[in-house]
């Protein structure tokens, strides 16, 4: 099967999912792995480009991913051309940033960031200059506690989880994720359950802090509203 066959199905599932639940609303991000050749990754962008317009359901956005020690110390530099075209084309960017030591230098960072994504996945290793930066453009940050503390990724379990620091920092909106299911097995609302118990939050913060992650979504005013008016109320 070919990768366009492939995401076809996803869109299909989605777009027969969407019509018995019109309620639920489900896009796709297209993944570069680090490891991709240049080629690859330009195809892949083709991909989302041509299937970004699709009828309802489509693809909204591209990442970068990957083993964090591929390519490390802004080598990545070299899908910097793909990043831009998507961005020049409408679609968000999003990229697993800081996910390891061996990400986390000082120009892979600022590259990553020179790509204007939208979104950061992980942000474990970054330096101070980045959390500036990130503050600044008011990221979104999608933060992954039981991948990060079950991997070793972080040091102090939960309560040493960065979701500590970045909970009190102006600008940037927190969106809880996974990272995944399957693997680590908790369910988004068991990342809620875990932010509530480590670090204290009551219902009113856990409502407030699932609102955030409305604002980092890819798509328009009009659903960004929609979920607005949906999402519970102080």
Avoid at 115 to 122: A, E, F, Q, S, V
Avoid at 138 to 149: A, G, K, Q, W
Avoid at 176 to 197: C, Q
Wanted: some cysteine; overall charge negative; glycine content about 10%.
């Amino acid at each position: 099967m070919s990768a366009e066959a492939y995401i076809t199905v996803l869109l299909g599932a989605i777009e027969e999912f969407e019509a018995l639940h019109p309620q639920l609303h489900t896009r796709l991000i297209l993944s570069i792995d680090r490891r991709h050749s240049i080629r690859t990754a330009e195809s892949i962008l083709d991909l989302a480009i041509r299937l970004q317009n699709t009828i309802g359901c489509g693809v909204v956005g591209i990442d970068l991913c990957g083993d964090p020690t591929v390519r490390p110390g802004g080598q990545v530099a070299v899908f910097t051309p793909v990043f831009e075209q998507a961005s020049r084309a409408g679609l968000g960017i999003t990229v697993h940033f800081a996910e390891a030591e061996a990400s986390g230098s000082h120009d892979e960072l600022r590259t990553l960031l020179s790509w204007n994504p939208g979104r950061l996945g992980h942000v474990i290793w970054e330096d101070e200059e980045a959390r500036e930066v990130i503050a600044e453009r008011e990221l979104c940050l999608e933060l992954c506690l039981s991948c990060n503390v079950q991997a070793e990724m972080v040091h102090g379990g939960f309560e040493g989880h960065h979701f500590g620091h970045w909970k009190d920092v102006k600008g940037p909106r927190i969106s809880l994720a996974t990272d995944d299911v399957g693997v680590f097995g908790s369910p988004l609302s068991n990342e809620y359950r875990l932010v509530a118990e480590h670090f204290h939050l009551d219902r009113p913060q856990i409502c407030a802090l699932a609102r955030q992650g409305i604002e980092g979504i890819f798509a328009g005013e009009q659903e960004k509203q929609r979920l607005r008016d949906i999402m519970w109320k102080e």
